[in-house]
């Protein structure tokens, strides 16, 4: 069992840089590619960013390749975005996620994930 936490959300101006926390509880942590997603008030949860259990690969949606960069602490038991030269466009609910083990789906797409955060809302202003 994984329980996630998100933190770091907040209201900034476009141009503005965030870091999203998601701290885990469960031994499963250091062996689970983990993920983020957001979702827009009437949009589908859209993948973001993920990392490998060894944190040695990384992958990126192409909207916020360059600008996103996501890493790990496994000794924290945390995983973090860092979030730069932000647009309104990334407006959201940021969430999350831990992989299935054994998951033979993409890992881009949310049914690959068994465990996710609450989410925490990051509001970009133009």
């Known amino acids: 069992q994984v329980q996630l936490v998100e933190s770091g959300g907040g209201l900034v101006q476009a141009g503005d840089s965030l870091r999203l926390s998601c701290t885990a509880s469960?031994?499963?942590?250091?062996?689970?590619?983990m993920g983020w997603f957001r979702q827009a008030p009437g949009k589908e949860r859209e993948f973001v960013s993920a990392i490998s259990w060894g944190g040695d690969s990384t992958y990126y949606a192409g909207s916020v390749k360059g600008r996103f960069t996501i890493s790990r602490d496994n000794a924290k038991n945390t995983v973090y975005l860092q979030m730069n030269r932000l647009e309104p466009e990334d407006t959201a609910i940021y969430l999350c996620?831990?992989?299935?083990?054994?998951?033979?789906?993409?890992?881009?797409?949310?049914?690959?994930?068994?465990?996710w955060g609450q989410g925490t809302q990051v509001t970009v202003s133009s």
């Open positions: 469960g031994r499963t942590f250091t062996r689970s590619t």
């Open positions: 996620a831990a992989r299935t083990s054994g998951s033979t789906l993409s890992l881009t797409v949310p049914v690959s994930y068994g465990y």
